[in-house]
């Protein structure tokens, strides 16, 4: 009974989907069941072969308790303390064929490749640029051709290498971030139903101002 009041009155700072907030044990354990309920068998997947917000990508997944999967291979070999790691073999297009065989409709992935983006909307999952890009059934026809276009060109002009990408910003990482974020905000909708996802988000989004405005602050902590 003891342990029970502690966990209940004992606070400190969580990351949610709305931010820091403070609460204690037993109210982030209510967040985290309600999160489950809202995301059901959401999943996101990366295209993480020299992926620049690999570490952005989780952070902000954890916040919603979305379970993420990095693929990558024997060359590009990485760790995380939140996402699951599957290592395929080098060989030409193994990650992108695994990543597109494990990928599930409405689902989210992450990648460069305007290939596997193809293929992942095919399935009906969300695809995403490390730019923040959203790949939609819209943009991609036009995204592939133009890949086959200027690869052509270069092969027509004897430059087979394709040019470095300009040095990342931090204002590419804050833009990718925001569109990511909004990104899940309609997967998640999406899969419970254009008007129940909203009602569900927001039902959620109260639950945690209630507690930003309940929540003692450090001042009334030391009083």
Known sequence: MEQEHKDITDRQIYETSIGPVCMSKT?????QEEM????GNLHIYVDADACPVVDIVGRIAEKY??????????????????SEVIVVGAGADAVDYKLISICHKGDIVVSQDYGVAAMALGKGAYAIHQSGKWYTN???????MER????????ASGKNHIKGTKKRTPEDD???SESFEKMIHMAI???EGENNGKE??????EFLNCLLYTSPSPRDKRQ
Do not use: W
């Open 138 to 144: 819209d943009n991609i026809d036009q995204m592939l």
């Open 65 to 82: 308790g979305i379970p993420v999967t990095l693929l990558c291979d024997t060359n590009h070999v990485l760790q995380s303390d939140y």
């Open 200 to 205: 569900c988000l927001s039902t959620l989004i």
């Open 189 to 191: 909708q999406n899969r």
């Open 27 to 31: 109210e982030y354990t209510m967040y």
């Open 148 to 155: 086959h276009l200027n690869k052509k060109a270069r092969r």
């Open 36 to 39: 489950a309920k809202r995301i």
């Open 174 to 176: 804050e833009h990718f």
